[in-house]
């Protein structure tokens, strides 16, 4: 089988391949709704936060840290109610704590 040498952008990809596509579309959707909530996150808790997956009606965000990851259980409550207050059909809001991987 040969193989394309030239090579494409993720857009071009996305268009050629409806399930590519379909996580383009769900990162975008993830990342929209982190912005929606971003007002009801301290300010010095935001960096440690980032938009993670969405599968179904249950998301994840992606937190650095412990601390920040128990911080923001505490606010999840908020952030469910602000989601579905907008339309979002988000029926539990998961946490997934990233450890620091600085020594190789």
Known sequence: MHRPTQAVTL???AQQ???LAHLVQLTAES???LKAVESLIP???RPAIQAGPIDGKAWC???KGNAAAAKLRQLLPLIQAALQAR???V???RIKVQL???HS
């Open 100 to 102: 620091n991987s600085s």
């Open 17 to 19: 391949s409806t399930t």
């Open 11 to 13: 857009a071009q990809a």
């Open 43 to 45: 300010i010095l808790l």
């Open 87 to 89: 339309g979002c059909e």
């Open 61 to 63: 965000l992606l937190v």
């Open 31 to 33: 990342a929209q709704r």
């Open 91 to 93: 029926t539990s809001i």
